[in-house]
């Protein structure tokens, strides 16, 4: 079992919790992107990379996809380019870490907008994810998505 959100008042910024990933996570790929053109390329290979993972992996494939596709744009859109994408492994696990050069913005959970306003992208990380954080250092703001392999 994954860990679960531990939100709390201290520890969250723009709805989202603020904090380093799980540790443990070896690298399974990573891909550098420039601009939104690159996202089909990176959802088919975030396909592929999740392709061996586990034997039912099909739904959970499908959902590191989509929080790939998500945080990516985001990260494009809000950010500074390049975007590092880099899914990692642990047992039964995967981490996904989005990181841009926009160190000027925070991750901030859309609320209350109206069908077709965008900006769905970390409420759908959520939904799709045992735990999302985020975390800047000094060159880097990340945001990281963990799901478990196993299907529930």
Not at 18 to 41: A, C, I, K, Q
Not at 76 to 89: S, Y
Not at 119 to 142: M, N, P
């Amino acid at each position: 079992m994954s860990e679960q959100r531990t939100d709390g008042p201290a520890d969250v910024d723009g709805g989202l919790r603020t904090s380093r990933p799980p540790e443990g996570f070896e690298p399974v790929r990573t891909w550098t992107l420039d601009s939104t053109s690159e996202l089909s390329r990176l959802r088919h290979e975030v396909s592929q990379a999740t392709g061996g993972v586990a034997d039912a992996l099909d739904p959970v494939g499908e959902r590191m996809v989509l929080i790939a596709s998500e945080l990516a744009t985001n990260a494009l859109v809000h950010g500074i380019p390049p975007t590092v994408v880099t899914l990692l492994r642990r047992d039964h696990q995967l981490l996904l870490d989005v990181a841009d050069h926009g160190l000027g913005t925070t991750p901030e959970i859309a609320e209350q907008r109206g069908v077709g306003m965008g900006g769905f992208g970390l409420q759908i990380a959520r939904r799709l994810s045992q735990d999302v954080g985020w975390y800047a250092d000094e060159e880097t703001k990340h945001v990281w998505a963990l799901l478990d392999v196993q299907a529930p």
